[in-house]
């Protein structure tokens, strides 16, 4: 080997292996290839990947929540129309049934009313009967008694005592 | 270290840096497994695992400062030069792809980390190594995808082509794919940390050399190593890039033997 070492000006060939650099070379390369395979490429893979899920991770749930935001305020929309066309339908009832209320106040006032008033007539009718009554007899008597003083005559007879009260009755009520 | 000595010795002579400065002698004894650019393949091994281990190992949702930092190289190689390249079926060469990345770009930039100093990569053997391995897996997924027979015909035979045009090109592609991308990638990666280093060499140690002239040469040599210090900066430019290059191609490699279409 030495006569291809040596080249023009005494100076060695640098294009010309050296066996133990080839050895160690591949030794060194291959432990190193090792030690890369082994242990840094996996590691560097674990911590990449998951990044890569956080980052998805994150993504994914920040979109699950805008989506889960956008329902509830869907959900509160109709909430809040039902509602109002709720409280809408109670007023309008509340309306009704307040008419209705009073309506039938003044109807039962009026009946009431009525009621009292035919009483009160029924009443005075029922006195009045009574008193015609009792004057009708009272003043038969009364004029019985001052006819028979006047007349001197009494007059026992039953018959005609009711009819002369009857006959005086009547002038005093055509005379009225 | 050899050249610190040997432009001294001649007397005041400045004699260029060359490839001898790239042959480092064993630093115990005669077993040539101690030499700087091993011991500097392992240690970038070692502080390489260590860092993202560390940074790997409690890595939660919400990094830390050090998981960020791990975690940022990976996932620039996994998504722009796995996923974005190779398609769907990419996480299966992202092990690969990001080892190959930190491990070149690690070895790249001890070329001018204070004290280290030294590409590792201007040693042929471990680009060699580097391209075999790219060049063996692109190949046997290519064979695992389409099956032997199918695989070979595409690359013999590149479909949607006049058959007279086969005589220049099934030449072209048995050369491009056994012996034009093992080898330019490797040599890529070699020549751009080679040159890199020779050159950095160039401007210190003749900035130093200038230093030990005469009075005239002594006022020249702040200039020597501000350029120096520039080229450093474009080293650093030039170490990513090369990292990266060798990464993309290596995708685009595998993504070509996964692809349907050649």
Not at chain 1, 46 to 66: L, N, W
Not at chain 2, 189 to 213: Q, V
Not at chain 2, 233 to 262: M, N, R
């Amino acid at each position: 080997m030495s006569h291809i070492l040596i080249a023009a000006g005494g100076a060695p060939n640098p294009l010309l292996p050296h066996s133990a650099e080839i050895v160690v070379g591949f030794i060194a390369f291959g432990l190193l290839y090792f030690v890369m395979l082994k242990k840094v490429v996996p590691m560097f893979e674990k911590a990449f990947k998951a990044r890569t899920e956080a980052i998805q991770g994150g993504i994914e749930r920040a979109e699950k929540a805008q989506a889960e935001a956008a329902d509830a305020l869907v959900q509160y929309k109709e909430q809040l129309s039902k509602a109002q066309s709720e409280s809408q339908a109670l007023r309008e009832d509340a309306r009704v049934q307040g008419a209705a209320i009073v309506e039938e106040l003044r109807a039962k006032a009026q009946e009431e009313a009525a009621r009292i008033t035919a009483a009160a007539h029924a009443s005075i009718e029922a006195e009045r009967q009574q008193a015609v009554t009792s004057l009708r007899n009272e003043v038969g008597a009364l004029a019985v008694e001052l006819a028979s003083k006047i007349v001197g005559e009494a007059l026992d007879d039953q018959a005609r005592q009711s009819r002369i009260v009857d006959r005086f009755l009547e002038d005093l009520e055509k005379s009225k | 270290m050899r050249s610190m000595f040997s432009f001294r010795a001649e007397g005041g002579e400045f004699i260029p840096p060359s490839s001898k400065d790239f042959v480092l002698p064993p630093i115990f004894g005669d077993n040539e497994f101690t030499t700087k650019p091993i011991f500097l393949v392992i240690f970038s091994v070692i502080i390489i695992s260590i860092f993202f281990i560390a940074a790997s190992r409690k890595a939660s949702i919400v990094p830390s400062k050090l998981q960020f930092a791990g975690e940022s190289v990976y996932a620039y190689v996994r998504n722009d030069l796995g996923k974005d390249i190779i398609g769907h079926e990419f996480m299966r060469f992202v092990p690969y792809l990001f080892t190959l990345f930190v491990f070149i770009l690690t070895n790249n930039i001890f070329g001018i980390v204070p004290l280290i100093q030294f590409p590792t990569m201007s040693r042929i053997s471990f680009a060699y190594v580097l391209g075999i391995i790219t060049f063996a897996v692109f190949h046997y997924v290519g064979i695992r995808h389409h099956g032997i027979f199918k695989y070979l015909k595409d690359i013999l035979f590149m479909p949607g082509v006049p058959k007279p045009v086969y005589i220049l090109l099934t030449p072209i592609e048995i050369a491009t794919y056994l012996i034009v991308r093992p080898l330019t990638i490797s040599l890529r990666l070699f020549a751009n940390m080679f040159a890199g280093h020779l050159l950095l060499m160039i401007f210190i140690l003749g900035g130093h050399h200038l230093l030990e002239g005469a009075i005239g040469l002594k006022l020249v040599s702040p200039f020597a190593f501000a350029f120096g210090i520039a080229i450093t900066f474009f080293e650093f430019l030039v170490q990513c890039l090369q990292a990266y290059i060798f990464t993309l191609l290596t995708a685009l490699y595998i993504g070509g033997a996964l692809a349907d279409e050649h």
